[in-house]
């Protein structure tokens, strides 16, 4: 009988054992997916939108993906006659010059000390189709690698590849900005062609990439790694005129100007 008992005993010990280790493996993974969620939470990365707006409706923002996140618009036309959501944080009027490049550098350096950690540039023109598409698949890579994404065509070296380009008159395409824009108000370069510019602002950088359309993101890392001063100077280029020539090299030179791009993933389109 003292045999039969002890074994009863045993098995209560066993069972009480067993009890207690399955509720300390049911802690423990809770704990790791506890953990898991702040870290995962802790390590989001804060994402704004800024749009250099001219004449456009911004209808687009109603939509995914872009109705996920907070916009900065940089107004240069006569109206704010847009479409503003619930993620508008604010218009910043500016007088109609440089085009978005302008619109993009006096972005950097007036939130210098307070960009977000991923910024996506974007046109108030991003309904056309191919703009479209080309920021549907930049946004839907920021939110799959929680990183900036430069997306981008790629070449041997754009400095060398487009030494010899300039252009002596350009008009515009979007139909609501076509409405209220002047002719005939196009400014060469004062340094041209597109080489010798490039060279006057970064020397012999070999750079390998065009973000074109004005359609592209940055990390904050990637931007302050640079003074203020820096982007201040740049912007003197494009302070004059409503079309400069300038707009057309800048276009050709983000991966300059934020080079090197350490923590903003290159990607080609």
Same mark, same amino acid.
């Given at each position: ?18 009890? &207690? ?21 802790? +390590?989001?990365? %804060?994402?704004?939108?800024?749009? =250099? ?7 687009? /923002?109603?939509? *995914?993906?872009?109705?996920?996140? $907070? ?8 109206? $704010? ?33 307070? /960009? ?6 974007? /046109?108030? @023109? ?8 080309? =920021? ?13 994404? !430069? &997306? ?13 380009? &300039?252009?002596?008159?350009? *008009?515009? %395409? ?7 824009? @002047? ?35 940055? $990390? ?9 001063? !820096?982007?201040?100077?740049?912007? %003197? +280029? ?6 400069? *020539? ?6 050709? $030179? ?16």
């Amino acid at each position: 009988m003292k045999i039969i008992k002890n074994k009863k005993y045993i098995i209560i010990i066993i069972f009480i054992l067993l009890f &207690i280790l399955l509720i300390t493996l049911l802690f423990y993974k809770c704990y790791l997916n506890i953990n898991k969620f702040y870290e995962s939470f802790e +390590d989001k990365k %804060t994402i704004e939108i800024i749009i =250099s707006r001219y004449n456009e409706n911004l209808e687009w /923002l109603q939509n *995914e993906p872009y109705n996920k996140y $907070s916009y900065v618009v940089y107004n240069k036309g006569i109206n $704010s006659d847009y479409y503003k959501s619930n993620n508008f944080i604010k218009e910043i009027e500016l007088p109609n010059v440089g085009r978005e490049s302008h619109s993009y550098l006096y972005h950097i350096i007036n939130n210098y000390n307070d /960009l977000k950690d991923i910024n996506i540039f974007l /046109l108030g @023109s991003n309904n056309d189709p191919i703009k479209k598409k080309e =920021s549907d698949k930049l946004i839907k890579m920021i939110e799959d690698t929680n990183s900036a994404v !430069f &997306i981008s065509s790629q070449y041997n070296d754009v400095k060398n590849d487009f030494y010899s380009f &300039i252009l002596d008159d350009w *008009e515009g %395409t979007n139909e609501d900005n076509a409405k209220l824009l @002047s002719k005939n108000n196009f400014e060469k370069a004062k340094i041209r062609p597109f080489g010798k510019w490039f060279e006057n602002k970064f020397g012999d950088l070999n750079i390998k990439n065009i973000a074109w359309r004005g359609t592209f993101s940055v $990390s904050k890392e990637d931007i302050i790694q640079k003074p203020q001063s !820096f982007y201040e100077s740049l912007i %003197t +280029d494009l302070d004059n005129n409503s079309n400069p *020539e300038e707009g057309h090299y800048f276009e050709r $030179s983000w991966a300059a100007i934020f080079h090197p791009m350490n923590n903003t993933i290159i990607s080609s389109y």
